[in-house]
């Protein structure tokens, strides 16, 4: 019974960000790893125990423990991603001013 509230969790989160794409509130290429994230969420929840098989396999003895890496390695890997974006839009945002800044120049020059 429990299974089923974490079916319909990942069912929801997974249409909660295909609704925000087609909105155009995210972009496709952004959207992925949560899409993914989510098909992975809906597998675990549809079938509990390969959590379990996956740590047997790895010989890992506490198989929430190999839950709690793989999330902590998505997040720190899409933080890692986010980072990149910001500091190339903050290199951009540079960019534009002294672009800027050299076009109003140039009209001021022009005017005179």
């Known amino acids: 019974m429990n299974n089923i509230y974490f079916i319909l969790i990942s069912i929801i989160v997974l249409l909660y960000v295909v609704n925000v794409v087609r909105k155009k509130q995210f972009s496709i290429k ?4 949560w899409v ?3 098909i992975v969420m809906l597998l675990l929840s549809i079938f509990p125990y390969s959590i379990d098989w996956f ?4 010989n890992i003895s506490y198989p929430p423990s190999l839950l709690f890496v793989i999330c902590i390695i ?5 933080n890692f991603r986010n980072s990149r974006k910001i500091s190339e839009l903050q290199m951009k945002v540079v960019e534009l001013g002294q672009e800027l800044a ?3 120049e140039k009209v001021k020059n022009d005017k005179e």
Do not use: Y
């Not at 952004?30 to 790893?33: A, G, I, L, N």
């Open 74 to 78: 998505f997040l720190l890997f899409i």
């Open 102 to 104: 050299i076009v109003k």
């Open 36 to 38: 993914l994230s989510a």
């Open 55 to 58: 740590a047997k396999k790895l």
């Open 30 to 33: 952004e959207s992925f790893w």
